[in-house]
């Protein structure tokens, strides 16, 4: 086996940093719901306020893709990150004004994309195939320790001092690390580009999307599996206020249960090195994750003391399979056409998680957390048919 250059290590170092500060600001609107509501915003528009940077993902993801395509990682990922910056320092200015917070949300959500679609095609560009799961479940860790950092902070600055106080962190966070990347990192050799209009060979610049579903069936897969985990990310905390927990003590524990999940990540991206399949492992997570979803309902129902250790499970398990697919598209897409497809990848993915906050609030007004989460539990079902029997890759 050859040996990864430490180059390889610390780029993916910094880009896992990368993503954790982005994550932490797409995550830190869910974490001031509480804060929200006790200001007299109904929970359903404080969960709309919520997803405002899923929604402005969506709109850049591709395109970040596409530069990231055509230009490189390190510029996309650094230049991101500074504009995030502003977008944040805009949302710190707007205070409790809450259209302009929304705004601001929206931009820094636009801004923070750059981070999703560069840092793991860099990750795919360094690492060779046989330590991908390995590396990309690394680099998965960070949306996990992003929403864990804004648990362990948002909510606690949020009551003690207000939303202005609760962004201050992800400003100096994303503005260090803007610096960092662009010294730091260094964009993976990438095949040549052929001229306008010179034919292809199969693997080296074709449209993957026209080869074969295989693409297809994935996104759809992780449009599915993606809401459980935002419903836990989005209202975990909440669930466990209603149960009696004091909002910091919640915000610990949905801290520790993201930090747990990404352990769980790199253990899941291993675990698909050794077996040598991505699809394989999707599948078991798609059943756990409809298992840990209905007992989660059972716990809401009974009133069980064990909403911790159930939550803590279930954020651990609906987390798992976001490394499986992003490294499965990013091997069936190729070089030449991987930052497109990771865009478009986790564009379906936050098009679903920008409806988990007013949809699962509203859900929660009318059926209550035990059916909700019941309801839930039918889209990994769902899934099941949709993951490809095989592997394909381009490598």
């Known amino acids: 086996m050859v040996p990864t250059p430490v180059r390889a290590w610390v780029v993916l170092a910094l880009g896992v940093l990368a993503q954790t500060a982005g994550t932490l600001v797409v995550t830190a609107p869910a974490l001031l719901i509480p804060h929200l509501h006790a200001q007299g915003l109904s929970l359903a528009q404080a969960g709309l306020l919520a997803s405002a940077p899923t929604a402005g993902m969506v709109l850049t993801l591709i395109a970040w893709g596409a530069v990231t395509d055509r230009i490189g990682e390190r510029v996309v990922i650094a230049g991101g990150l500074a504009l995030t910056t502003l977008a944040v320092a805009g949302a710190w200015l707007a205070g409790d004004d809450t259209l302009l917070l929304g705004v601001a949300f929206l931009a820094a959500g636009m801004t923070s994309a750059s981070t999703n679609a560069a840092s793991g095609r ?38 003690a001092s207000g ?23 260094a964009d993976p050799p990438r095949p040549p580009r052929k001229p306008a209009g010179a034919p292809h060979p199969v693997g080296t610049g074709a449209n993957p999307y026209r080869a ?12 599915l599996l993606v809401v459980p985990q935002f419903t836990l990310s989005t209202y975990g905390l909440v669930w466990l206020v209603t149960l009696g927990w004091s909002t910091s003590a919640a915000g610990l524990l949905v801290g520790a249960a993201q930090f747990v999940g990404a352990i769980g990540r790199i253990l899941v991206g291993s675990w698909s090195d050794h077996v040598g399949s991505r699809v394989g492992p999707l599948r078991v997570v798609a059943v756990s994750a409809a298992a840990v979803m209905a007992v989660l309902a059972l716990v809401d129902v009974a009133h069980l003391p064990a909403a911790a250790v159930v939550l803590v499970v279930a954020t651990s398990v609906t987390v798992a399979d976001n ?65 490809p029997r095989a592997d394909r890759s381009q490598d």
């Open 323 to 387: 490394g499986l697919a992003y490294t499965s598209v990013a091997e069936a897409a190729g070089p030449s056409w991987a930052g497109r497809a990771l865009g478009a990848q986790n564009t379906g993915q936050f098009i679903a998680a920008s409806a988990v906050g007013p949809g699962i609030g509203a859900l929660v007004g009318l059926v209550g957390f035990a059916g909700s989460f019941l309801l839930v539990a039918v889209l990994p079902v769902l899934a099941l048919p949709l993951v």
């Open 163 to 185: 939303i202005r106080s609760a962004l201050v962190l992800p400003v100096l966070l994303c503005a260090v690390l803007a610096v960092l990347c662009a010294a730091g990192i």
């Open 212 to 223: 074969t579903g295989f693409l297809w069936r994935i996104h759809a897969v992780s449009i």
């Open 122 to 159: 860099v990750v795919v560009g360094w690492f060779p195939k046989e330590r991908r799961g390995l590396a990309m479940g690394i680099r998965q860790m960070s949306q996990p320790l992003g929403v864990t950092l804004a648990a362990v902070t948002v909510p606690q600055l949020a009551e």
